[in-house]
């Protein structure tokens, strides 16, 4: 992250992808065992609740900085705090947290910033594809959990998902994912619909039209027509698949609209479809030798 970028962070409010902290997490052997305990249980419950967000943020990279207020201050701008403490290497961190979750945790970042003279460190969660569930209890300065919690973040709130907001953020975090992992099928479609159109026109060239020339000019118009096309057809089937996914966190207005938009979506595929294929059936080849048995029906007239 570059300072720059951190900066900004420090004029925004606490969000689903942002958390702040006054200071590091008391977890040196020092302190209390009761204290260590709880610390722990917090910072498991910040990092988990960042990993998890929520169903509007799935696929963003969230953010727990150390070092500044929760709150920012009247003119608008957040108290910053110099943190000089012991900050364990990510590295110790997924081994603190990994043992309390499942799945666990791939990876996590932290990096540090000199910000008007005060030292901060970010840790950066990047995104997850999964929902992490706590294995055991966990024990806050303000709160005691049982195991099973899947923590979610709503505004600068943490709280414990309901099955059905579970469900509903694993299938969209699935959804996202393997159209991460995947190539673009509005892109892949219109490729293959370009090569395919083409291709057909490229060859049928001759034949339709009756002239030789034109056949590279023509196979480029086929291409571009077909691409189009495939790339509406795959969109709609985009648009299918993001629907499903979003459907339970939708609102019965965005329901109705969603309703009215697909179809429109595939008659308006159809239509293009079928003028080209009308034209193409109605319009006379150019060029066309004329029948010679026509000319005698003519003449003998």
């Keep these: ?129 999964h929902v992490h569930e706590t294995l ?12 099973h919690i899947v923590f979610v973040r709503h505004g600068e709130h943490v709280r414990n998902a309901s099955t059905r907001e579970r469900n509903t953020l694993l299938q969209i975090k699935q959804v996202r994912f ?23 026109v490229y060859s049928d060239w001759e034949r339709v039209t009756g002239r030789k020339d034109g056949k590279l000019f023509g196979g480029l118009i086929g291409a571009g027509m077909g691409g189009f096309l495939g790339g509406m057809l795959a969109d709609v089937i985009v648009f299918a698949k993001e629907l499903r996914a979003d459907w339970p966190q939708m609102s019965n207005v965005q329901r109705i609209t969603s309703l009215a938009i697909a179809p429109l979506s595939i008659i308006a595929t159809a239509m293009i479809r079928n003028v080209i294929k009308h034209r193409r059936s109605t319009q006379p080849p150019f060029n066309t030798p004329p029948d010679p048995q026509s000319e005698t029906i003519v003449q003998s007239k």
Excluded at 58 to 80: C, F, S, W
Excluded at 184 to 199: D, Q
């Design 1 to 129: 992250m570059e300072t720059q970028e951190l900066q900004s962070f420090l004029l925004q409010n606490e969000s689903p992808t942002l958390e702040f902290k006054e200071r590091w997490y008391k977890l040196e052997q020092t302190e209390p065992q009761k204290t260590r305990e709880r610390e722990l249980g917090e910072l498991i419950k910040d990092v988990l609740s960042l990993a998890n967000g929520n169903a509007d943020v799935v696929g963003e990279t969230a953010y727990l900085i150390i070092g500044a207020a929760d709150k920012l201050g009247p003119n608008g701008t957040r108290p910053l705090y110099d943190v000089t403490d012991h900050v364990r290497p990510a590295k110790e961190l997924l081994q603190l947290i990994n043992p309390y979750c499942v799945p666990p945790l791939s990876s996590l970042y932290i990096e540090s910033h000199i910000i008007t003279g005060c030292k901060l460190h970010v840790i950066t969660i990047p995104p997850s594809p």
């Design 136 to 147: 055991k209890s966990l024990k806050t300065p303000k709160h005691d959990y049982p195991e």
């Design 178 to 200: 393997q159209e991460a992992k995947n190539p673009s099928p509005i892109g892949l479609g219109a490729f293959i619909a370009a090569v395919v159109v083409g291709s057909v």
